[in-house]
């Protein structure tokens, strides 16, 4: 098992510009998340997606979209970058164990933008 | 609003001795415990979940759970330098969306 896996690892925008991150897992895990980390601000939910076909905002949405693409397919777009987007993006996934949920995280995104 | 309280470190323990990492939630409705090590550069990593009151263990790692008190633990023993990182308390309850702390560091040093 691959487990979550991210693309890209590393990226450079400029200001405007627009990107997708992609994110797959291959553990049958129904709900599925972005992050971003800044130092200092620890993890910061971006969306989730509870199920396929289900999205929602968490703590920090603005100027990002996500498309559940199927079960195992959990994309996040910027449409028109900016400065303050600069950080590192996680994608993870959870198993949900006794009604319990243990998330797994992928390798991260880190994204500049200039 | 959830918090997840940890003190931010860095913690600094030599190599063999018992690291004790701390962390405090507020939201008294919460199920389900986890602990996070995150080296740097690197994704977290679940390395331990506790869902009752009480001590788990799990290898040199010990989670500790006091939901009178609102405070997980996590205990390292016999602390080794690749101990070293940054450890994250994460506490959800029943949302399947975790809140997180925003670490602590370890350093372990010989």
């Known amino acids: 098992n691959a487990g979550v896996t991210q693309t890209p690892k590393f990226q450079v925008l400029k200001t405007g510009q627009s990107m997708t991150l992609q994110c797959a897992q291959d553990m049958n895990h129904n709900s599925m998340y972005w992050y971003r980390q800044d130092p200092g601000m620890g993890l910061r939910l971006i969306y989730y997606s509870a199920s396929e076909g289900t999205t929602d905002k968490g703590e920090v949405p603005n100027g990002y979209n996500v498309s559940r693409l199927n079960k195992r397919e959990f994309s996040l777009r910027l449409e028109s970058a900016a400065p303050s987007q600069t950080s590192v993006y996680f994608c993870?996934?959870?198993?949900?164990?006794?009604?319990?949920?243990?998330?797994?995280f992928g390798p991260g995104t880190r994204l500049t933008v200039t | 609003q959830k918090e997840v309280e940890q003190n931010s470190g860095p913690l600094s323990v030599p190599e063999g001795a018992i690291a004790s990492l701390n962390c405090t939630y507020s939201d008294r409705v919460s199920q389900s415990f986890f602990w996070y090590r995150q080296y740097s550069g690197k994704s977290p990593e679940l390395i331990m979940s506790?869902?009752?009151?009480g001590d788990k263990e799990d290898g040199r790692f010990t989670a500790q759970l006091n939901k009178a008190s609102q405070y997980v633990s996590l205990l390292i023993r016999d602390s080794q330098p690749s101990d070293s990182a940054t450890y994250l308390c994460a506490v959800e309850g029943g949302s399947y969306i975790p809140t997180f702390g925003r670490g602590t560091s370890l350093i372990v040093h010989p």
């Open positions: 993870a996934s959870s198993r949900e164990a006794s009604g319990y949920y243990e998330q797994y």
């Open positions: 506790i869902y009752s009151n």
